[in-house]
């Protein structure tokens, strides 16, 4: 039972990170164009990602259920996961790169769960979860976001090209506000629902090892027989706790979105934006847990260069794009070694 306490305290620690940690995916763009000051962007993105995170369930049950054998979980494996996210979540913040959040957990997962297996690779859901909701996502989301933030650009030159600077700074000064909302919104939807995943699942695994069965009358909402769906006290404090942690703001990363890579308008926080919360929203209909940092990176990406291919600073998304790939491998592997520690402890 106090395993399950520090879990669940992890859990939350986690997602607090994830809030900050991923605070620029929603406002980088709207404080770099200067639509919003960073106190009210800040508050703007709390309260929308909120609003997400208390909408649907879909990438809770994948994370929770659809990447590895349920039955082998233990709260060790739940607990040596979140650790292994939380270490990449701060190292990266740390030196500023926008990482995922979302595959730093997954990583991290899957190595917990590889070593509670004693190495058994097929406790990995591969053809029913990593593959088509992890793997394919992680290459083709960022290819989307580029893509549609690049032709979302180029139609707005289209339109907009009569229109004097000041009118289209004005108009889209405007617009932005709204679409930074649907992105902390889409944000929310996506991200504070893989922990809502992670709780749940550890829920599952405590009520299978018989931890809750002796339980005062008070507590016995703890008891989660079956995976159906995630309990609205999981919701709230997932949905508070991202909020919070968004609240917090994340100014080293925010800097690398929003000024190092490319110099934004208003006009391009827009495009970009709107282009990732499409990507993003969709992605959480149907249940994927998508990397909403290499979205919005790669829309960023996209509008740049339809502005000026070479008004993109390269350098900086190679760091970035290293970033990316390190994230699963990286965090699998220290996942896997805290599970083996817990072990044989």
Request: proline share 3%; net charge positive; charged share 10%.
């Amino acid at each position: 039972m106090i395993t399950f306490f520090v879990v669940v305290f992890a859990a939350i620690v986690f997602e607090y990170s994830n809030g900050f940690h991923d605070a620029a995916n929603a406002i980088a763009t709207v404080v770099s164009t200067k639509v919003l000051t960073p106190r009210q962007a800040i508050v703007m993105a709390a309260i929308f990602n909120l609003t997400g995170a208390l909408l649907g369930g879909a990438v809770a049950s994948t994370i929770g259920k659809g990447l590895v054998d349920t039955n082998v979980v233990t709260m060790a494996t739940v607990l040596s996961a979140l650790i292994a996210a939380f270490t990449w979540n701060i190292t990266t913040w740390w030196v500023g790169l926008p990482s995922s959040s979302s595959h730093a957990l997954i990583g991290g997962l899957c190595g917990a769960a590889l070593a509670t297996a004693h190495g058994n690779w097929s406790v990995l859901k591969w053809n029913t979860g990593l593959w088509p909701k992890v793997v394919v996502p992680m290459i083709t989301s960022p290819l989307a976001g580029f893509f549609l933030g690049a032709l979302v650009m180029f139609a707005l030159f289209l339109i907009f090209h009569r229109f004097t600077p000041a009118t289209v700074h004005s108009v889209f000064g405007k617009l932005q506000v709204f679409s930074a909302a649907w992105m902390a919104h889409s944000h929310g939807s996506n991200d504070a629902q893989k922990t809502m995943g992670i709780i749940t699942l550890a829920l599952f695994t405590g009520t299978k090892a018989g931890s809750f069965d002796h339980l005062p009358g008070w507590l016995t909402f703890l008891q989660t027989p079956a995976f159906d769906a995630i309990p609205a006290w999981v919701k709230i404090l997932c949905a508070i706790t991202m909020a919070a942690g968004t609240a917090a703001g994340g100014w080293r990363i925010i800097r690398t979105l929003g000024h190092k890579m490319v110099k934004l308008q208003p006009v391009h926080g827009f495009a970009a934006e709107t282009s990732a919360a499409l990507i993003i929203q969709t992605a959480s209909v149907y249940g994927i847990p998508l990397s909403t940092t290499h979205v919005i990176s790669t829309s960023i990406m996209g509008v740049g260069a339809a502005k000026r291919f070479s008004g993109v600073k390269w350098t900086v998304v190679e760091r970035i794009i290293w970033a990316w790939i390190l994230t699963l491998p990286a965090t699998g592997v220290l996942g896997f070694i805290l599970a083996r520690a817990m072990a044989g402890l």
